[in-house]
Nanobody, 121 residues
Framework: QVQLVESGGGLVQPGGSLRLSCAAS????????MGWYRQAPGKQRELVAT???????SYADSGGGRFTISRDNAKNTMYLQMNSLKPEDTAVYYC???????????????WGQGTQVTVSS
């Protein structure tokens, strides 16, 4: 099986920073594109940022230059550094990864369980 486990969420004041981590474990042959998504109460899940296996990044406008996505392929781990946080960033943050479990099978989508980020004074 493959698991994605997020960590690093919590309560932070407006203007503060958090660093989220997403660690993939299990039977993994390779990991393709990884991404962070978020879902606020009453809203649909939305893309935050993605990063390819070679480090090419893409960001949604909501990050506004405040978020930085990165990954450590040796550790099968992805990160999201979030600075200058705003109350509207409050959401459950989910990680997603396209993972190949064996060389001869296509990639499948995997999701983490989510980590709560609350920005409030």
């Amino acid at each position: 099986q493959v698991q994605l486990v997020e960590s690093g969420g919590g309560l932070v004041q407006p203007g503060g920073s958090l660093r989220l981590s997403c660690a993939a474990s299990g039977r993994i042959y390779s990991i393709g594109t990884m991404g962070w998504y978020r879902q606020a109460p009453g809203k649909q899940r939305e893309l935050v940022a993605t990063i390819s296996s070679v480090g090419t990044t893409s960001y949604a406008d909501s990050g506004g230059g405040r978020f930085t996505i990165s990954r450590d392929n040796a550790k099968n781990t992805m990160y999201l550094q979030m600075n200058s946080l705003k109350p509207e960033d409050t959401a459950v943050y989910y990680c997603n990864a396209r993972i190949k479990r064996v060389s001869y099978r296509p990639e499948n989508d995997y999701w983490g369980q989510g980590t709560q980020v609350t920005v409030s004074s």
